[in-house]
């Protein structure tokens, strides 16, 4: 498994509408994604700091991602953070993470 870590930085009194953005857009884009496994999300209430991991099936899949659909994540997000996002890629070494996202059947029709 391998992991993709994106650190932003929210314009001020975002955080609900990148959350919103993040649901409706982004992770239906995710999910389209060769590889892709899940995606956690958190923040620091005091601050304005996101950091987003999306979790991928093997390297490849994660880097092809990175290269053509990113972004378009970046663009969709754009209107909540302030600069570009930070990346980092690793390689998974532990996690408890067992089951892939499943899309509700209601999606696949």
Same mark, same amino acid.
């Given at each position: 498994?391998?992991?993709?870590?994106? /650190?932003?930085?929210?314009?001020?009194?975002?955080?609900?509408? #990148?959350? =919103?953005?993040?649901?409706?857009? !982004?992770?239906? @884009? $995710?999910?389209?994604?060769?590889?892709?496994?899940?995606?956690?999300?958190?923040?620091?209430?005091?601050?304005?700091?996101?950091?987003?991991? /999306?979790?991928?099936?093997?390297?490849?899949?994660?880097?092809? #991602?990175? =290269?053509?659909?990113?972004?378009? !994540?970046?663009? @969709? $997000?754009?209107?909540?953070?302030?600069?570009?996002?930070?990346?980092?890629?690793?390689?998974?070494?532990?996690?408890?993470?067992?089951?892939?996202?499943?899309?509700?059947?209601?999606?696949?029709?």
């Amino acid at each position: 498994m391998f992991a993709r870590n994106v /650190s932003v930085h929210l314009k001020p009194s975002m955080l609900k509408e #990148y959350t =919103k953005t993040l649901q409706n857009d !982004v992770l239906p @884009l $995710l999910r389209r994604q060769k590889g892709f496994q899940n995606e956690i999300s958190f923040c620091n209430s005091t601050s304005l700091d996101v950091t987003a991991i /999306s979790l991928w099936d093997t390297r490849e899949n994660a880097e092809l #991602y990175g =290269k053509n659909s990113f972004a378009e !994540v970046v663009k @969709l $997000l754009g209107k909540t953070i302030d600069g570009m996002p930070q990346v980092r890629s690793e390689e998974v070494i532990y996690s408890t993470f067992i089951n892939p996202v499943v899309e509700p059947i209601a999606a696949r029709t």
